[in-house]
């Protein structure tokens, strides 16, 4: 489509108008930013040539997106996750440094004040799944350990359920723990199952409507912080889980991806718990960046 123009005059005179309007804004950064999102706001506009219709239906949407979150739901980060904004975010401001562990998206199923267990407790409480043993080191990058760094952990059931969601005040599938002296740490979870993120809502739709799957790939959450030491948000994924290639949230990275060995029901376990059936185990080794 040709423009007169004009018509583009017109349209460029708007942006600058809007721009000007924010000249005066006393937080430097935040009059870049009103520039920078008013600017590309406006050329996405012009770029598709955006309809009345089409607007008032963009409205309408974050507007549902608005009424469908609250304090255990938050759809507003399943959007920001399913465009990919999220895990853009994160590389940004978690850039590469030397041999230290990437980090991937937050998620919106986060809790404070989770319960604490001793080294080698369950975070399940309750929560169905096959039992999961996980072990591993923190380390910062020149391999030296970090004793009394802090573990948050969370996942879903085998259902795909985090306990935020039963609909009760359950806490199962999280727990916090800390290092050792030589920095290991090792606790049982639920081997990770593959779940879709809520859909029954304006982001499933929008999926939906894109031919897109809510699919994500298994995991497990870490949160890791240690004095000194750059806060680390990731998750470990099971190697050979179909949904690797596919993680509706873009959150997958070739580093995170661990192997879950199967164990036979019967096989004995490292820390000579009785477990009744087959249970998986798997070594996720955690490096820190140091911090800013």
Known sequence: ??????????EQN????????FAHTPDPRLRELMGAVVRHLHAFLR?????EAEWTAAIEFLTAVGHITDDRRQEFILLSDTLGVSMQTIAMNNEAYANATEATVFGPFFVDDSPQIPAGGDIAAGASGEPCYVEGTVTDTSGTPIPGARLEVWEADDK????????????AGRAHLFTEQDGSFRFWGI?????????????GAMLAATGRSPMRAAHLHFMVTAPGHRTLVTHIFVRGDSYVERDSVFGVKESLITDFTPQPAGAATPDGRAVDGPWSRARFDIVLAPGD
């Open 1 to 10: 489509m040709t423009l007169s123009a004009e018509q583009q005059l017109r």
């Open 14 to 21: 708007l942006v600058d108008q809007v721009v000007a309007s």
């Open 47 to 51: 770029e598709v040539r955006l309809t």
């Open 160 to 171: 795909g359920f985090y306990d935020v969601q039963y609909g009760d005040e359950r806490t």
């Open 191 to 203: 081997t990770p199952t593959p779940y879709p993120i809520p859909h029954d809502g304006p982001v």
